[in-house]
């Protein structure tokens, strides 16, 4: 038998403690993890979604963002709907076009339906049940979202999903959740405290750093290549751990390996990951100017027909624009979204098109330039009009369409909105829960 590598031996702790957490009956799994694991646990995952027929469980990840109590529960059901329908499509090209059986089709819970976010994610869940009982028993749902801008609303949002296990028959056994909570900085520990009936907490005593370094050391050969992946595991690390000292000594290596291989790509990389860890230690005008130079060498890499480079020039020009946003910088902001939203274009990618003509008009109505506002908003409209009709429902399209009627400069255009957006997401696109909140 083949010795299992170090990962394989940590993602088993995972297997162990999820059987356990099975085995007490309960709804809610919160694992408590160290920023430095949270990898392991985002591979337990993966691997779980991977469908196996033999275990009866069918694992779905969900990363929405957290914006508010009372839309975070249909920006999950949205979320879900979608997974779900994408992966019956993907099933469906599988098959054989000749086969005679019928074709299977998933019609998702109408929204507008749903008596609150909380509602409109069990329908959602049962609905799937109910669809695919033939295929599994049991859907494990893993509420991870990418950000949280409101931690005592998160909490609340899982509490009230408690006592909505503990007063009501909506969950039924064979609906699990899982919770990831930061053991430096742990969320849930009081509530887990308070509704032992609903959440069985567990710390997996997990190692990534150790397994990784096992992993590299027994891979180094002393070739460049060897150097610069350990280089960029310290670098992750360094940016878990808001560690700058140690991000800019290990960047710095990695870059000049980089440079002296040519290896375009990979100084991108390096760099958009070394802004990622200036903005974490609030040092926007370091990141800038990574996420700058990282365009450089993206279109370095083009000029070479390097693979990859033209979609990492959008990253480093989406990830700079984003960074203005965010310290409010609008007219530089709008600038760097007019140029993903051309650099989109050119790569017929319709959906992140829209974003950056949406998010450059969202910027310039800032700016108090009605005017080019809803021209910036008209070019997101008609890259929106590109999108494939049953993903435009799963974009910020009605937030596209919000933006439009406020900046419109007429009645007649106001209609003219109306129409169009009618026409794109249907008649009730206001009543949508991503029209109910503005975003950027």
């Known amino acids: 038998m083949t010795e299992k590598n170090?990962?394989?031996?940590?993602?088993?702790?995972?297997?162990?403690?999820?059987?356990?957490?099975?085995?007490?009956?309960r709804p809610i799994l919160r694992w408590t993890i160290d920023p430095d694991a949270s990898q392991l646990v985002a591979g337990f995952m993966k691997m779980r979604e991977q469908f196996d027929e033999t275990s009866g469980e069918f694992f779905v990840a969900l990363h929405s963002e957290f914006s508010s109590l009372e839309r975070f529960g249909y920006d999950l059901s949205d979320e879900l709907n979608r997974e779900i329908a994408a992966g019956v499509a993907a099933s469906a090209e599988d098959e054989d076009d000749d086969s005679e059986e019928e074709t299977f089709t998933w019609r998702?819970?109408?929204?507008?339906?749903?008596l609150s976010g909380h509602d409109a994610l069990y329908k959602?869940?049962?609905?799937?049940?109910?669809a695919f009982a033939d295929?599994?028993?049991?859907?494990?749902?893993?509420?991870?979202?990418?950000?949280?801008?409101?931690?005592?609303?998160?909490?609340?949002w899982l509490q009230l999903a408690c006592e909505i296990h503990r007063d009501y028959k909506l969950w039924g056994g064979n609906?699990?959740?899982?919770?990831?909570?930061?053991?430096?900085?742990?969320?849930?520990?009081?509530?887990?405290?308070?509704?032992?009936?609903?959440?069985f907490s567990q710390t997996p005593p997990l190692n990534l750093r150790e397994a990784m370094n096992k992993i590299m050391e027994d891979a180094d050969d002393g070739s460049p290549g060897a150097e610069f992946r350990q280089c960029f595991v310290d670098m992750n690390y360094a940016v878990?751990?808001?560690?700058?000292?140690?991000?800019?000594?290990?960047?710095?290596?990695?870059?000049?390996?980089?440079?002296?291989?040519?290896?375009?790509?990979?100084?991108?990389?390096?760099?958009?990951?070394?802004?990622?860890?200036?903005l974490n230690a609030k040092q926007p005008e370091q990141?800038?100017?990574?996420?700058?130079?990282?365009?450089?060498?993206?279109?370095?890499?083009?000029?070479?027909?390097?693979?990859?480079?033209?979609?990492l020039l959008f990253q480093a020009h989406m990830s700079e624009a984003s960074a203005y946003l965010s310290e409010k910088r609008y007219e530089e902001a709008a600038k760097s979204f007019r140029r993903s939203a051309d650099i989109a274009e050119a790569h017929e990618d319709t959906m992140m098109c829209m974003e950056s003509w949406r998010l450059q008009s969202y910027c310039l109505e800032r700016l108090k330039l009605k005017g080019y506002a809803w021209e910036s908003a008209l070019r997101g409209l008609k890259a929106a009009g590109l999108i494939e009709p049953e993903q435009r429902q799963y974009t910020t399209?009605?937030?596209?369409?919000?933006?439009?009627?406020?900046?419109?400069?007429?009645?007649?255009?106001?209609?003219?909105?109306?129409?169009?957006?009618?026409?794109l997401l249907g008649e009730g696109w206001r009543e949508a829960p991503a029209a109910r909140t503005e975003t950027v």
């Open 135 to 156: 295929y599994f028993s049991t859907l494990v749902i893993a509420i991870w979202p990418h950000e949280v801008k409101d931690l005592k609303a998160w909490r609340r």
């Open 240 to 278: 878990q751990n808001n560690d700058i000292p140690a991000l800019q000594r290990r960047s710095e290596r990695a870059l000049v390996i980089a440079g002296e291989q040519a290896w375009f790509d990979m100084q991108c990389s390096v760099l958009l990951l070394r802004a990622s860890g200036y």
């Open 124 to 130: 959602s869940c049962h609905q799937i049940l109910d």
């Open 6 to 25: 170090p990962i394989e031996r940590e993602l088993e702790k995972l297997d162990a403690q999820w059987e356990t957490f099975v085995e007490s009956g």
């Open 287 to 311: 990141a800038l100017q990574d996420y700058q130079q990282a365009q450089q060498c993206a279109l370095q890499g083009m000029e070479a027909e390097r693979p990859g480079c033209d979609k």
């Open 175 to 199: 609906l699990k959740w899982i919770i990831v909570d930061n053991a430096k900085h742990p969320v849930f520990a009081k509530l887990a405290q308070d509704y032992p009936a609903q959440i």
């Open 397 to 423: 399209l009605p937030y596209l369409g919000e933006t439009l009627l406020r900046v419109a400069p007429s009645r007649e255009d106001k209609d003219y909105v109306h129409e169009a957006m009618s026409a």
């Open 108 to 114: 998702a819970p109408d929204p507008k339906k749903a």
